[in-house]
């Protein structure tokens, strides 16, 4: 059973940095897309970016483009969120998200949380001061 654990969050000033991690096991995830969603209290799950198998592309929110960053290390079986210049409207919950399936699959915008068939559990993300 393929099992995802997100870490990395923390609480963060504003203009700051995080990184997040999301480390797989159980399973091989290097031929599916991996992608990272956040949800703020109150609000609707969102979509924030997407890296497809062999990080061939890589999709961003605009909410998020220009700011984050994602990117893969198959052989860590490890995908990474790289947040900069944090703002208070990135405060949420951060989750990382697979879609497996019985063939390579891709990144599609806007990132539908309904694609992905396992999830991690969050990791919280405060940006305050």
């Known amino acids: 059973q393929l099992q995802l654990v997100e870490s990395g969050g923390g609480l963060v000033q504003p203009g700051g940095s995080l990184r997040l991690s999301c480390v797989f096991s159980?399973?091989?995830?290097?031929?599916?897309?991996i992608a990272w969603f956040r949800q703020a209290p109150g609000k609707e799950r969102e979509g924030v970016s997407c890296v497809s198998f062999r990080a061939y592309t890589t999709i961003y929110a605009d909410s998020v483009k220009g700011r984050f960053t994602v990117s893969r290390d198959d052989a860590k079986n490890t995908v990474f969120l790289q947040m900069n210049r944090l703002t208070p409207e990135d405060t949420a919950v951060y989750y990382c998200?697979?879609?497996?399936?019985?063939?390579?699959?891709?990144?599609?915008?806007?990132?539908?949380?309904?694609?992905?068939?396992?999830w991690g559990q969050g990791t919280q993300v405060t940006v305050s001061s």
């Open positions: 159980g399973g091989i995830v290097d031929s599916y897309a």
């Open positions: 998200a697979a879609e497996l399936r019985q063939y390579p699959t891709i990144c599609v915008a806007p990132i539908n949380e309904g694609r992905y068939n396992y």
